[in-house]
Structure formats: structure tokens, C-alpha cells
């Protein structure tokens, strides 16, 4: 006798498939067709692909691209090279690593446009507390957020202060999940700390790495309010990136070439985030 499988349990998947519809895909289709027309509140034309024709003509919007593909690569490699060293040093016994702890983590609770302030008067360049300290000594502080050749990574350094708390206690779970039976094994084969760290605990805490990368990847992808509050995309264009120009386009009435960013900052992150992700898990650690 055959039996019909009961439809009962997919009906659990329905408010979760609502969800994801109404807050995600509706949306999501909804941006591909208006970066295909000029719109406004009131009124929209089709014009194709036109957009993404002028999005590539214009000079800022692809220094915007290129400097949104910068950022979060250096905010990404800086935050998992970071991560796992302090997160080490901090797994060591070191006294006082509680507090050290804690202290590590505090910036990420921190709000990032309190933050973005709070450095933005720090980095003056003539009254900032930081240039202050390195003319006491002797040294002349850069313009580190008025130097269009600075601007950016003096970013990038606030933004891997803010974030490397979170990447730390990411690899610290990732460690102590590790037994120390691979480790007494190691040593009785004679490695030595340094082939400790690379052929034990880097394999180990592949998983940790893979969460921070991915993290960080999508992150610095996408970040926007850090950039906004310390330098609003300039001096110029120099510290512009893609959600930032999105921003001054819609700001400047251009809803459909705003539009039209939007699905490019979603394909890049896409096409980055995904390969990536795949060639991460794509092998299992070999002991």
C-alpha cells in the first residue's frame, strides 16, 4: 500500500517563506526594475540599462568601486591576521587577560558614528590630540583625513579599531574549541611554537576564519556610516565608496543611477562573498 506523504510539515515553512519574501525578495526585485527606469515619487520611465552605462562613464563612481574593493579588503586581512594573534596572546594565561579581554571587545559595543566623531577630532590636523603627541617629539603630523592620499586608510585603521574586538572573541571560541591533545602531540614530536601555531592552531581555527573573513568581507563591502561621519567620501572623491556615492546620489535626485548602484554593490558583494565562501569550505581540515 502506498503511502501519500503528508503536505502538514511544510506548512511550518510558510511564515518563515513569507518573511523572506515580503522583507527580502519583493524588495530585492523591486530595485532590479527601477535601475532599469528614471523615477522619481511620482512618476517612472524604462531607459533600460542606461544607468549602469552612465554608473562606468562616470570617473568618481568607479573610484568609488575601487576604493569600496579596497577597503574592505584591507579591513578584512588586517582583522583576521589581528584577531587570531591577540586572540592567542589572550588564550595564553596571560594576567589580566580577562580584563584585556573586555577591554578588547569594548570598541565594538561603541556607536560607529560616536566613533567616527570622536576620531575625527582626534586626526585634526593641527589641533587633534594625535598630531599634538607626534609634534611633541618632534614629528610632523599628516593631514590624516584631509590628505586625499590618506584619507581613506586613516578609515581603515578606525574601522579595524572598532572591529577587532569582535574578530578576537570570534577566534578565542574558535581556540578553546581545539583539544589540547593535538597540541601534547605536536610537542612530542618536537615542533616548536612557531610550527605550533602554523601546522596545529592556523588548520584548527579554519572555521573561525572563514565566519571573520566573511564578516569583514561583507562589512567593509557595505560600510557607510564610519566613512560618512569622518570624511563624507573626500577631501574629492578620495575616501568615496559605493554606498556612500549611492548616497549622494539620492540626495542629488538621481533615484534611478542610485538605484542602479545599489544592485551593483549587491552583485559585487555577491561575487566576491560567494566563490570566496565556497573555496573556504571547499576542503576539510587534514590532520
Not at 262 to 276: E, G, K, R, T, Y
Amino acid at each position: 500500500m502506498t503511502r501519500t506523504k503528508s503536505p502538514y510539515p511544510y506548512w511550518f515553512l510558510l511564515p518563515a517563506a513569507v518573511i523572506f519574501t515580503v522583507l527580502f525578495l519583493v524588495p530585492t526585485l523591486a530595485s532590479f526594475w527601477f535601475s532599469l527606469t528614471r523615477w522619481d515619487l511620482f512618476s517612472v520611465e524604462f531607459i533600460g540599462i542606461e544607468n549602469y552605462r552612465q554608473f562606468f562613464r562616470e570617473p568618481f563612481l568607479i573610484q568609488g568601486l575601487f576604493n569600496t574593493v579596497v577597503y574592505a579588503v584591507l579591513t578584512s586581512a588586517t582583522k583576521t591576521v589581528l584577531g587570531l594573534l591577540l586572540a592567542v596572546l589572550l588564550t595564553s594565561g596571560l594576567w589580566g587577560q580577562g580584563f584585556l579581554r573586555t577591554l578588547m571587545f569594548f570598541p565594538v559595543l561603541v556607536s560607529t558614528i560616536g566613533v567616527g566623531i570622536t576620531f575625527t577630532v582626534l586626526m585634526h590636523p593641527t589641533r587633534g590630540i594625535i598630531n599634538v603627541a607626534l609634534a611633541t617629539i618632534g614629528i610632523h603630523g599628516p593631514g590624516w583625513l584631509t590628505d586625499p592620499a590618506l584619507a581613506l586608510y586613516s578609515v581603515v585603521l578606525v574601522d579595524v579599531w572598532k572591529g577587532i574586538g569582535l574578530a578576537t572573541v570570534i577566534y578565542i571560541a574558535g581556540l578553546a574549541s581545539i583539544s589540547p591533545e593535538y597540541y601534547e602531540a605536536a610537542r612530542i614530536d618536537g615542533a616548536t611554537r612557531t610550527q605550533l601555531f602554523f601546522r596545529v592552531t592556523v588548520p584548527l581555527v579554519k572555521p573561525a576564519t572563514v565566519t571573520v573573513v566573511t564578516l569583514s568581507l561583507i562589512g567593509g563591502l557595505r560600510s557607510f556610516d564610519l566613512i560618512w561621519a569622518m570624511t563624507r567620501g573626500g577631501p574629492g572623491f578620495s575616501s568615496d565608496v559605493l554606498a556612500s556615492v549611492i548616497y549622494k546620489q539620492y540626495q542629488a535626485g538621481f533615484y534611478g543611477l542610485s538605484t542602479a548602484g545599489n544592485v551593483i554593490l549587491f552583485a559585487l558583494i555577491a561575487v566576491i562573498i560567494v566563490p570566496l565562501t565556497l573555496w573556504f569550505n571547499r576542503k576539510e581540515v587534514e590532520l
